[in-house]
Protein backbone atom coordinates (compact mmCIF):
# COMPACT_ATOMS: atom_id res chain seq x y z
CA UNK A 1 0.00 0.00 0.00
CA UNK A 2 1.26 3.15 -0.55
CA UNK A 3 -0.53 4.67 2.96
CA UNK A 4 0.60 3.28 6.15
CA UNK A 5 -2.39 3.90 7.34
CA UNK A 6 -5.30 1.05 7.90
CA UNK A 7 -8.88 1.70 7.02
CA UNK A 8 -9.76 -1.66 8.97
CA UNK A 9 -7.53 -1.48 11.77
CA UNK A 10 -9.47 -4.29 13.89
CA UNK A 11 -9.21 -6.55 11.57
CA UNK A 12 -6.07 -8.85 9.95
CA UNK A 13 -5.82 -10.99 6.94
CA UNK A 14 -8.15 -13.58 7.04
CA UNK A 15 -6.95 -17.36 7.59
CA UNK A 16 -8.69 -20.46 6.62
CA UNK A 17 -9.50 -22.16 9.92
CA UNK A 18 -12.64 -24.39 9.93
CA UNK A 19 -11.81 -25.52 13.47
CA UNK A 20 -12.04 -21.65 15.03
CA UNK A 21 -13.65 -20.76 17.86
CA UNK A 22 -17.25 -19.97 17.10
CA UNK A 23 -17.49 -16.16 16.42
CA UNK A 24 -14.02 -15.79 14.84
CA UNK A 25 -13.75 -13.89 11.49
CA UNK A 26 -12.17 -17.13 9.46
CA UNK A 27 -13.17 -18.54 6.09
CA UNK A 28 -14.59 -21.62 7.40
CA UNK A 29 -15.08 -23.50 3.28
CA UNK A 30 -12.98 -21.29 1.27
CA UNK A 31 -9.53 -22.73 1.05
CA UNK A 32 -8.47 -21.21 -2.50
CA UNK A 33 -5.81 -23.69 -2.79
CA UNK A 34 -8.21 -26.73 -2.56
CA UNK A 35 -9.03 -28.95 -5.50
CA UNK A 36 -12.44 -29.55 -5.79
CA UNK A 37 -13.70 -33.32 -6.33
CA UNK A 38 -13.82 -34.66 -9.52
CA UNK A 39 -12.05 -31.49 -11.16
CA UNK A 40 -8.42 -30.23 -12.02
CA UNK A 41 -9.64 -27.19 -10.71
CA UNK A 42 -9.12 -25.53 -6.99
CA UNK A 43 -12.16 -23.21 -5.60
CA UNK A 44 -9.93 -20.10 -6.19
CA UNK A 45 -9.77 -20.69 -9.55
CA UNK A 46 -13.08 -21.99 -9.84
CA UNK A 47 -14.73 -19.10 -7.68
CA UNK A 48 -12.66 -15.55 -9.06
CA UNK A 49 -14.28 -13.77 -6.60
CA UNK A 50 -14.40 -9.94 -7.04
CA UNK A 51 -15.07 -6.90 -4.54
CA UNK A 52 -16.92 -3.84 -5.93
CA UNK A 53 -15.88 -0.07 -5.53
CA UNK A 54 -19.49 1.16 -4.99
CA UNK A 55 -21.11 -0.71 -2.29
CA UNK A 56 -17.82 -1.69 -0.71
CA UNK A 57 -15.93 1.77 0.14
CA UNK A 58 -18.61 3.82 -1.30
CA UNK A 59 -21.82 3.39 0.11
CA UNK A 60 -23.01 5.00 3.32
CA UNK A 61 -26.00 2.43 3.47
CA UNK A 62 -28.46 5.75 2.92
CA UNK A 63 -31.81 4.50 2.19
CA UNK A 64 -34.71 6.31 0.67
CA UNK A 65 -36.29 7.18 4.46
CA UNK A 66 -32.99 8.00 6.60
CA UNK A 67 -29.05 8.95 6.32
CA UNK A 68 -25.77 6.89 5.86
CA UNK A 69 -25.35 4.98 9.24
CA UNK A 70 -22.03 3.38 8.20
CA UNK A 71 -18.59 4.50 9.36
CA UNK A 72 -16.56 5.25 6.71
CA UNK A 73 -13.06 6.98 7.77
CA UNK A 74 -11.68 7.07 4.11
CA UNK A 75 -14.69 9.70 2.84
CA UNK A 76 -13.15 12.37 5.62
CA UNK A 77 -10.48 13.82 3.28
CA UNK A 78 -10.01 17.89 2.76
CA UNK A 79 -10.56 17.52 -1.45
CA UNK A 80 -11.83 15.26 -3.35
CA UNK A 81 -8.83 13.62 -5.30
CA UNK A 82 -8.00 12.79 -1.89
CA UNK A 83 -11.25 11.47 -0.82
CA UNK A 84 -10.93 9.02 -4.07
CA UNK A 85 -7.80 7.72 -3.25
CA UNK A 86 -8.49 6.90 0.08
CA UNK A 87 -11.65 5.08 -0.98
CA UNK A 88 -8.95 2.88 -3.49
CA UNK A 89 -6.79 2.54 -0.46
CA UNK A 90 -9.74 1.15 1.50
CA UNK A 91 -11.07 -0.82 -1.19
CA UNK A 92 -7.03 -2.85 -1.23
CA UNK A 93 -6.99 -2.53 1.87
CA UNK A 94 -10.23 -4.90 2.17
CA UNK A 95 -8.72 -7.22 -1.11
CA UNK A 96 -5.54 -8.26 0.45
CA UNK A 97 -7.04 -8.66 3.83
CA UNK A 98 -9.87 -11.27 2.39
CA UNK A 99 -7.49 -12.29 -0.23
CA UNK A 100 -9.69 -11.46 -2.85
CA UNK A 101 -8.19 -11.32 -6.53
CA UNK A 102 -10.23 -8.33 -8.21
CA UNK A 103 -12.16 -5.36 -7.83
CA UNK A 104 -14.43 -3.30 -10.19
CA UNK A 105 -15.78 0.23 -10.39
CA UNK A 106 -17.54 2.43 -11.98
CA UNK A 107 -15.54 5.86 -13.19
CA UNK A 108 -16.78 7.87 -10.40
CA UNK A 109 -17.18 5.82 -7.75
CA UNK A 110 -13.26 6.72 -6.95
CA UNK A 111 -12.64 9.53 -9.15
CA UNK A 112 -14.86 12.83 -8.73
CA UNK A 113 -16.94 14.12 -11.73
CA UNK A 114 -15.63 17.57 -12.79
CA UNK A 115 -17.38 20.79 -13.37
CA UNK A 116 -16.17 19.58 -17.20
CA UNK A 117 -16.06 16.43 -19.36
CA UNK A 118 -12.07 17.44 -19.54
CA UNK A 119 -11.61 17.89 -15.94
CA UNK A 120 -13.54 14.68 -15.23
CA UNK A 121 -11.24 12.92 -17.45
CA UNK A 122 -8.17 14.28 -15.79
CA UNK A 123 -9.80 13.07 -12.43
CA UNK A 124 -9.84 9.81 -13.79
CA UNK A 125 -6.61 9.67 -15.05
CA UNK A 126 -5.25 10.89 -11.50
CA UNK A 127 -6.84 8.16 -9.58
CA UNK A 128 -6.41 5.30 -12.38
CA UNK A 129 -2.49 6.37 -11.84
CA UNK A 130 -2.91 5.61 -8.46
CA UNK A 131 -5.17 2.74 -8.95
CA UNK A 132 -2.51 1.00 -11.28
CA UNK A 133 -0.02 1.44 -8.54
CA UNK A 134 -1.90 -0.27 -5.65
CA UNK A 135 -2.17 -3.18 -8.12
CA UNK A 136 1.10 -3.15 -8.76
CA UNK A 137 2.12 -3.29 -4.92
CA UNK A 138 -0.40 -5.95 -4.37
CA UNK A 139 -0.79 -8.21 -7.27
CA UNK A 140 -5.16 -7.42 -7.31
CA UNK A 141 -6.61 -7.27 -10.69
CA UNK A 142 -9.08 -5.54 -12.03
CA UNK A 143 -12.02 -7.67 -12.85
CA UNK A 144 -14.27 -4.71 -15.27
CA UNK A 145 -15.19 -1.47 -15.46
CA UNK A 146 -18.54 0.85 -15.91
CA UNK A 147 -19.80 3.62 -16.21
CA UNK A 148 -22.18 5.54 -13.67
CA UNK A 149 -25.18 6.26 -16.26
CA UNK A 150 -27.80 6.72 -13.35
CA UNK A 151 -26.84 8.68 -10.77
CA UNK A 152 -26.35 12.65 -12.43
CA UNK A 153 -29.72 14.36 -13.64
CA UNK A 154 -28.30 14.43 -17.02
CA UNK A 155 -29.47 10.68 -17.27
CA UNK A 156 -32.90 10.95 -16.17
CA UNK A 157 -34.43 10.52 -19.14
CA UNK A 158 -32.24 7.93 -20.80
CA UNK A 159 -28.40 7.42 -22.66
CA UNK A 160 -28.65 5.57 -25.30
CA UNK A 161 -32.23 5.18 -25.49
CA UNK A 162 -32.61 8.68 -24.21
CA UNK A 163 -34.60 11.32 -25.54
CA UNK A 164 -31.58 13.54 -26.32
CA UNK A 165 -28.52 13.27 -28.86
CA UNK A 166 -26.37 15.34 -26.86
CA UNK A 167 -26.84 13.37 -23.78
CA UNK A 168 -26.51 10.38 -25.75
CA UNK A 169 -23.33 11.78 -27.18
CA UNK A 170 -21.83 12.79 -23.14
CA UNK A 171 -22.89 9.27 -22.03
CA UNK A 172 -20.97 6.99 -25.02
CA UNK A 173 -17.85 9.35 -24.46
CA UNK A 174 -17.65 8.71 -21.16
CA UNK A 175 -17.81 4.54 -22.37
CA UNK A 176 -14.69 5.44 -24.82
CA UNK A 177 -13.15 6.74 -21.93
CA UNK A 178 -13.53 4.40 -19.53
CA UNK A 179 -12.68 1.66 -21.72
CA UNK A 180 -9.49 3.03 -22.52
CA UNK A 181 -9.04 3.00 -18.28
CA UNK A 182 -10.13 -0.50 -17.94
CA UNK A 183 -7.88 -1.41 -20.89
CA UNK A 184 -4.46 0.29 -19.06
CA UNK A 185 -5.94 -0.94 -16.01
CA UNK A 186 -5.80 -4.58 -17.62
CA UNK A 187 -9.39 -5.31 -16.40
CA UNK A 188 -10.81 -7.82 -17.88
CA UNK A 189 -14.13 -7.07 -19.37
CA UNK A 190 -16.29 -3.78 -19.36
CA UNK A 191 -19.89 -3.83 -18.39
CA UNK A 192 -23.14 -1.89 -19.60
CA UNK A 193 -26.06 -1.81 -17.60
CA UNK A 194 -27.48 1.15 -18.75
CA UNK A 195 -29.52 1.92 -15.38
CA UNK A 196 -31.80 4.63 -16.54
CA UNK A 197 -32.54 2.57 -20.67
CA UNK A 198 -36.25 2.00 -19.44
CA UNK A 199 -39.80 2.89 -19.95
CA UNK A 200 -40.65 6.11 -17.99
CA UNK A 201 -44.57 6.46 -19.20
CA UNK A 202 -46.43 4.57 -21.83
CA UNK A 203 -47.53 7.40 -24.35
CA UNK A 204 -43.94 8.73 -25.18
CA UNK A 205 -42.83 4.85 -25.68
CA UNK A 206 -45.63 3.78 -27.62
CA UNK A 207 -44.55 6.42 -30.33
CA UNK A 208 -40.83 5.81 -29.50
CA UNK A 209 -40.15 2.41 -28.96
CA UNK A 210 -38.47 1.08 -32.16
CA UNK A 211 -36.28 4.56 -32.69
CA UNK A 212 -34.96 4.32 -28.97
CA UNK A 213 -34.62 0.86 -29.87
CA UNK A 214 -32.30 1.40 -32.36
CA UNK A 215 -30.19 4.28 -30.69
CA UNK A 216 -29.64 1.22 -28.32
CA UNK A 217 -28.23 -1.08 -31.08
CA UNK A 218 -25.94 1.83 -32.14
CA UNK A 219 -24.43 3.25 -28.77
CA UNK A 220 -23.83 -0.91 -28.12
CA UNK A 221 -21.73 -1.10 -31.73
CA UNK A 222 -19.99 2.04 -31.03
CA UNK A 223 -18.80 0.75 -27.85
CA UNK A 224 -17.45 -2.69 -29.42
CA UNK A 225 -15.94 -1.01 -32.21
CA UNK A 226 -14.00 0.83 -30.40
CA UNK A 227 -12.73 -1.86 -28.02
CA UNK A 228 -12.11 -3.68 -31.63
CA UNK A 229 -9.99 -0.53 -32.35
CA UNK A 230 -7.84 -0.25 -29.33
CA UNK A 231 -7.36 -3.76 -28.83
CA UNK A 232 -9.33 -4.24 -25.67
CA UNK A 233 -9.19 -8.21 -25.29
CA UNK A 234 -12.01 -9.17 -22.86
CA UNK A 235 -15.79 -8.89 -23.51
CA UNK A 236 -18.82 -5.91 -23.45
CA UNK A 237 -20.79 -8.04 -20.66
CA UNK A 238 -24.51 -6.39 -20.84
CA UNK A 239 -26.60 -6.90 -17.71
CA UNK A 240 -29.91 -7.83 -18.07
CA UNK A 241 -32.65 -6.24 -14.86
CA UNK A 242 -36.45 -6.24 -15.16
CA UNK A 243 -36.90 -2.61 -13.07
CA UNK A 244 -35.69 -0.72 -10.68
CA UNK A 245 -35.05 2.66 -10.94
CA UNK A 246 -37.32 2.29 -14.29
CA UNK A 247 -40.98 0.68 -13.97
CA UNK A 248 -39.45 -1.68 -17.03
CA UNK A 249 -35.67 -1.91 -18.18
CA UNK A 250 -35.28 -2.74 -21.72
CA UNK A 251 -32.86 -5.41 -21.25
CA UNK A 252 -35.18 -6.82 -18.37
CA UNK A 253 -34.24 -10.29 -18.40
CA UNK A 254 -31.53 -12.53 -20.30
CA UNK A 255 -33.75 -13.64 -23.18
CA UNK A 256 -35.26 -10.14 -24.00
CA UNK A 257 -31.84 -9.08 -23.43
CA UNK A 258 -30.04 -11.41 -25.97
CA UNK A 259 -33.44 -10.69 -28.47
CA UNK A 260 -31.98 -6.58 -28.69
CA UNK A 261 -28.34 -7.24 -29.35
CA UNK A 262 -29.71 -10.17 -31.90
CA UNK A 263 -31.59 -7.24 -33.58
CA UNK A 264 -28.81 -4.43 -32.94
CA UNK A 265 -26.09 -7.17 -34.85
CA UNK A 266 -24.66 -7.39 -31.34
CA UNK A 267 -25.00 -11.05 -30.55
CA UNK A 268 -23.56 -12.13 -33.27
CA UNK A 269 -20.19 -10.22 -31.88
CA UNK A 270 -18.04 -12.44 -30.64
CA UNK A 271 -17.12 -9.71 -27.91
CA UNK A 272 -20.58 -9.39 -26.83
CA UNK A 273 -21.81 -11.30 -23.29
CA UNK A 274 -23.84 -10.76 -20.50
CA UNK A 275 -23.22 -10.00 -16.64
CA UNK A 276 -25.77 -11.89 -14.13
CA UNK A 277 -27.16 -11.22 -10.95
CA UNK A 278 -28.96 -13.24 -8.61
CA UNK A 279 -31.16 -10.64 -7.85
CA UNK A 280 -31.97 -8.93 -10.99
CA UNK A 281 -33.10 -12.62 -11.94
CA UNK A 282 -35.54 -12.51 -8.77
CA UNK A 283 -37.23 -9.07 -10.29
CA UNK A 284 -37.67 -10.40 -13.57
CA UNK A 285 -39.85 -13.47 -11.28
CA UNK A 286 -37.38 -16.09 -12.75
CA UNK A 287 -35.03 -18.27 -11.05
CA UNK A 288 -31.32 -17.36 -11.33
CA UNK A 289 -30.14 -20.76 -12.27
CA UNK A 290 -33.02 -20.53 -14.97
CA UNK A 291 -31.50 -17.37 -16.25
CA UNK A 292 -27.66 -18.82 -16.18
CA UNK A 293 -28.94 -22.07 -18.19
CA UNK A 294 -30.08 -19.27 -20.67
CA UNK A 295 -27.23 -17.29 -20.76
CA UNK A 296 -25.19 -20.62 -21.67
CA UNK A 297 -27.83 -21.99 -23.93
CA UNK A 298 -26.76 -18.94 -26.16
CA UNK A 299 -23.27 -19.51 -25.40
CA UNK A 300 -23.12 -15.60 -23.64
CA UNK A 301 -22.25 -16.08 -20.18
CA UNK A 302 -19.55 -14.25 -19.02
CA UNK A 303 -19.59 -12.83 -15.56
CA UNK A 304 -21.98 -12.82 -12.46
CA UNK A 305 -22.63 -10.39 -9.93
CA UNK A 306 -22.58 -12.30 -6.92
CA UNK A 307 -25.34 -11.35 -4.65
CA UNK A 308 -29.22 -12.64 -3.53
CA UNK A 309 -32.33 -10.77 -3.22
CA UNK A 310 -35.14 -11.42 -0.96
CA UNK A 311 -38.18 -12.64 -2.66
CA UNK A 312 -40.39 -10.46 -0.29
CA UNK A 313 -39.38 -7.46 -1.12
CA UNK A 314 -39.91 -5.88 -4.64
CA UNK A 315 -36.55 -4.30 -5.55
CA UNK A 316 -32.95 -4.96 -6.22
CA UNK A 317 -32.02 -5.45 -1.92
CA UNK A 318 -28.45 -6.30 -3.13
CA UNK A 319 -27.47 -8.49 -0.25
CA UNK A 320 -24.28 -10.82 0.63
CA UNK A 321 -25.06 -14.40 -1.10
CA UNK A 322 -26.18 -16.66 2.43
CA UNK A 323 -28.34 -18.97 0.71
CA UNK A 324 -26.37 -22.29 -0.16
CA UNK A 325 -29.50 -24.16 -1.85
CA UNK A 326 -30.06 -21.40 -4.59
CA UNK A 327 -26.32 -21.42 -5.73
CA UNK A 328 -25.91 -25.35 -6.20
CA UNK A 329 -27.76 -25.57 -9.90
CA UNK A 330 -25.67 -22.57 -10.54
CA UNK A 331 -22.73 -24.53 -9.25
CA UNK A 332 -23.51 -27.56 -11.20
CA UNK A 333 -23.01 -25.88 -14.49
CA UNK A 334 -19.74 -23.69 -13.73
CA UNK A 335 -18.63 -27.14 -12.48
CA UNK A 336 -19.17 -28.44 -16.58
CA UNK A 337 -17.95 -24.94 -18.00
CA UNK A 338 -14.50 -24.97 -15.40
CA UNK A 339 -15.73 -22.16 -13.80
CA UNK A 340 -16.04 -18.99 -15.20
CA UNK A 341 -13.20 -18.95 -17.25
CA UNK A 342 -13.38 -15.38 -18.53
CA UNK A 343 -15.05 -13.98 -15.74
CA UNK A 344 -15.67 -13.24 -12.09
CA UNK A 345 -18.20 -13.60 -8.80
CA UNK A 346 -18.24 -10.08 -8.32
CA UNK A 347 -20.19 -9.05 -5.01
CA UNK A 348 -22.65 -6.46 -6.01
CA UNK A 349 -24.08 -6.50 -2.35
CA UNK A 350 -23.87 -3.90 0.30
CA UNK A 351 -24.67 -3.91 4.22
CA UNK A 352 -27.72 -3.39 5.73
CA UNK A 353 -28.25 -0.02 6.79
CA UNK A 354 -28.88 -1.45 10.29
CA UNK A 355 -24.80 -3.09 10.04
CA UNK A 356 -22.61 -0.58 11.34
CA UNK A 357 -20.28 -2.82 12.95
CA UNK A 358 -16.54 -1.94 10.65
CA UNK A 359 -16.27 -5.81 11.03
CA UNK A 360 -19.99 -6.49 9.26
CA UNK A 361 -18.48 -5.72 5.55
CA UNK A 362 -15.84 -8.83 6.35
CA UNK A 363 -18.85 -10.82 7.65
CA UNK A 364 -20.28 -10.30 4.89
CA UNK A 365 -18.01 -11.06 2.26
CA UNK A 366 -16.68 -14.06 4.15
CA UNK A 367 -20.26 -15.57 4.89
CA UNK A 368 -20.73 -15.23 0.49
CA UNK A 369 -17.11 -16.70 -0.16
CA UNK A 370 -17.72 -19.65 2.36
CA UNK A 371 -21.44 -20.46 0.63
CA UNK A 372 -20.43 -20.14 -2.76
CA UNK A 373 -17.52 -22.56 -1.46
CA UNK A 374 -19.93 -24.88 0.24
CA UNK A 375 -22.46 -24.68 -3.09
CA UNK A 376 -19.47 -25.43 -4.92
CA UNK A 377 -18.49 -28.80 -3.09
CA UNK A 378 -22.20 -29.84 -2.39
CA UNK A 379 -22.53 -29.63 -6.36
CA UNK A 380 -18.81 -31.33 -6.98
CA UNK A 381 -20.35 -34.27 -4.75
CA UNK A 382 -23.84 -34.72 -6.79
CA UNK A 383 -21.59 -34.73 -10.08
CA UNK A 384 -19.40 -36.89 -8.79
CA UNK A 385 -21.85 -39.29 -7.52
CA UNK A 386 -23.91 -39.25 -10.81
CA UNK A 387 -27.10 -40.17 -9.48
CA UNK A 388 -28.82 -36.65 -10.97
CA UNK A 389 -27.27 -37.77 -14.45
CA UNK A 390 -29.09 -41.07 -13.97
CA UNK A 391 -32.17 -39.45 -13.15
CA UNK A 392 -32.43 -36.48 -15.94
CA UNK A 393 -30.67 -38.36 -18.81
CA UNK A 394 -30.92 -42.16 -17.76
CA UNK A 395 -34.85 -41.70 -17.10
CA UNK A 396 -36.26 -38.23 -17.48
CA UNK A 397 -34.77 -37.48 -21.15
CA UNK A 398 -33.69 -41.36 -21.65
CA UNK A 399 -36.56 -41.60 -24.90
CA UNK A 400 -34.39 -38.98 -26.95
CA UNK A 401 -31.68 -41.15 -26.82
CA UNK A 402 -34.09 -43.88 -29.18
CA UNK A 403 -33.94 -44.04 -32.55
CA UNK A 404 -36.68 -41.46 -33.20
CA UNK A 405 -35.35 -39.15 -31.18
CA UNK A 406 -32.05 -39.26 -33.49
CA UNK A 407 -34.43 -38.85 -36.76
CA UNK A 408 -36.23 -36.26 -35.42
CA UNK A 409 -33.09 -34.21 -34.38
CA UNK A 410 -31.53 -34.90 -38.35
CA UNK A 411 -34.80 -33.99 -39.89
CA UNK A 412 -38.28 -35.87 -40.66
CA UNK A 413 -40.57 -35.80 -43.36
CA UNK A 414 -43.96 -34.46 -42.76
CA UNK A 415 -45.38 -38.27 -43.46
CA UNK A 416 -42.47 -39.90 -40.91
CA UNK A 417 -43.61 -37.62 -38.51
CA UNK A 418 -47.32 -38.65 -39.72
CA UNK A 419 -46.50 -41.97 -39.24
CA UNK A 420 -44.53 -42.07 -35.94
CA UNK A 421 -47.78 -40.17 -34.27
CA UNK A 422 -49.81 -43.15 -35.89
CA UNK A 423 -47.65 -45.80 -34.43
CA UNK A 424 -46.47 -44.61 -31.23
CA UNK A 425 -50.18 -42.85 -30.05
CA UNK A 426 -52.02 -41.28 -28.32
CA UNK A 427 -51.15 -43.11 -25.57
CA UNK A 428 -47.50 -43.32 -24.19
CA UNK A 429 -45.83 -43.97 -21.62
CA UNK A 430 -43.32 -41.75 -20.46
CA UNK A 431 -40.94 -41.53 -17.03
CA UNK A 432 -41.95 -39.78 -14.00
CA UNK A 433 -40.50 -35.79 -13.64
CA UNK A 434 -38.98 -36.86 -10.42
CA UNK A 435 -39.22 -33.56 -8.43
CA UNK A 436 -39.89 -35.12 -5.04
CA UNK A 437 -36.80 -37.39 -5.57
CA UNK A 438 -34.12 -35.18 -6.73
CA UNK A 439 -35.50 -32.36 -3.56
CA UNK A 440 -34.02 -35.08 -1.66
CA UNK A 441 -31.22 -35.78 -3.31
CA UNK A 442 -30.17 -32.46 -2.93
CA UNK A 443 -31.07 -32.20 0.85
CA UNK A 444 -28.66 -35.51 1.42
CA UNK A 445 -25.90 -34.02 -0.19
CA UNK A 446 -26.44 -30.82 2.01
CA UNK A 447 -26.93 -32.59 5.06
CA UNK A 448 -25.31 -36.25 4.91
CA UNK A 449 -26.84 -38.40 7.94
CA UNK A 450 -24.88 -40.41 10.12
MN1 LIG B 1 -28.54 -5.45 -7.73
Not at 108 to 126: C, F, I, Q, V, W
Not at 300 to 326: C, M, Q, R, Y
Not at 406 to 413: A, H, K, V
Amino acid sequence: MTSQKQWFPGVGNIPHDPKAKRGSLVFRHFNPTEVVAGTSKTLGELLPFGVVAWHGVCNPSADMFGRGTRPMPWDEAPDPITKGKQRCEALFELMVKLGVDYYSWHNYDLAPEGATLKESHKNLDTITDFLAELQAATGKKLAWGTCDHFSHPRYRLGVATGVCPKVYAYGLSEVFKMLEITMRLQGKNFVLWGGREGMRQIMSIIKRLAFVLENYGRFGNSVCDYADEIGFDGKIIYEPKKREPSKVQYQSDVAATLFLLQQAGLLQRENVGLNLEENHAGLAGLDFAYEVAMARAADKLISIDANEGDPLIGWDVDEFSHTVKKLIPVMLMLLEDGGLPNGNLAFDAKLRRESTDPKDIFWGIIGAMDTWSIATKVAAQIRSEGVLDDIVEESIYAEWGTSLGDRIRSGMTKDAITNAAHRYGPTIELPSGSEERINVLINEHMFPAG
